[in-house]
């Protein structure tokens, strides 16, 4: 197997050319980004239960804190497209967890659950160019559709985004962030992510990916690909929180959720 070397980096001639007219994101099926991470903070088991099943269901990735310290910790530290946040919670109080994530993470839609009674009282500390609010009891039906219509609205705010799997890939700076951070990609690492990112869900071979990110005949027994996945992987994980991208075994790659 031949070994990479420097030789083997691509000059930046296949520069992505962002779409002027629409959106670019890694739409799913189920209309959200690929892979979409929820984060639900909510202290009532029987509504975490119901909220979890059924966005399992519609595809979603979905992670629970059942207090607001916990959820507070998870939506700072994690890589959510969208965050599902109970106003009363035992530990920390609702609208402190938002407006700390809004603090340190402002693209993230929050939608804020409330007991009818408490809107009157708290409305005045949502932010509503941001935030929407659901006054419980809801149905999920209408959960899901507020968090996909909050997806969108992600999605429509930049035309030169790609997005999935909690990842963000500007076309245009050509920043990527994952979590709220900042990963700083080379040029050919940043052409890998954003075809995984136009293909987020897929399973690519190794020879689609070369094909497609290196363009030019190769040696079929390179090893490229599994050496600038192995980069990609390493910028865009952390310790806790491994990057989106799977190994299919003697296929290739995917980038999505877990599942
Ligand atoms: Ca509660």
Same mark, same amino acid.
């Given at each position: ?36 991470? #929820?984060? +639900? ?27 607001? #310290? ?7 530290? =994690?890589?959510?497209?969208? #965050?599902?946040?109970? %106003?009363?919670?035992?530990? *920390? ?19 804020? %659950?409330?007991? *009818? ?8 500390? +949502?932010?509503? !160019? ?12 209408? %959960? ?13 705010? $930049? ?6 799997? =909690? #990842?963000?890939? /500007? ?20 052409? %890998?992510?954003? &075809?995984?990112?136009?293909?987020? !869900?897929?399973?690519? $071979? ?9 363009? &030019? ?5 390179? /090893?490229?690909?599994?050496? &600038?996945?192995? &980069?990609?992987?390493?910028?865009? !994980? ?13 296929? !290739? ?7």
């Amino acid at each position: 197997m031949r070994e990479l070397a420097d030789a083997d980096r691509p000059a930046d001639s296949r520069a992505v050319t962002p779409s002027a007219d629409r959106a670019e994101t890694a739409t799913g099926a189920d209309g959200g980004p690929c892979g979409s991470r #929820i984060l +639900l903070v909510e202290d009532e088991p029987g509504i975490v239960d119901f909220v979890r099943r059924g966005f399992e269901a519609a595809g979603f990735a979905v992670e629970t804190a059942g207090d607001g #310290i916990e959820g507070e910790r998870l939506a700072l530290g =994690g890589s959510f497209d969208a #965050i599902v946040l109970d %106003l009363m919670l035992p530990g *920390r109080d609702g609208l402190e967890v938002l407006e700390s994530v809004r603090r340190s993470q402002p693209g993230t839609p929050v939608i804020v %659950l409330t007991a *009818r009674g408490e809107v009157e009282d708290r409305v005045a500390g +949502l932010d509503a !160019g941001a935030v929407d609010y659901l006054v419980k009891p809801f149905s999920l039906a209408e %959960l899901l559709a507020r968090v996909r219509a909050q997806l969108r609205v992600v999605a429509q705010s $930049s035309a030169t985004t790609l997005r999935g799997a =909690g #990842i963000e890939a /500007n076309l245009l700076s050509r920043k990527v962030r994952r979590g709220g951070q900042t990963v700083q990609l080379s040029s050919t690492e940043f052409e %890998l992510l954003a &075809y995984l990112l136009r293909h987020c !869900g897929q399973v690519l $071979s190794r020879e689609q990916i070369l094909s497609a990110v290196w363009g &030019y005949e190769h040696d079929p027994a390179t /090893n490229v690909v599994d050496v &600038y996945i192995g &980069y990609l992987r390493r910028k865009l !994980g952390r310790r806790d929180d491994p990057a989106p991208i799977f190994t299919v075994r003697a296929v !290739g790659y995917r980038l999505g959720s877990g599942a």
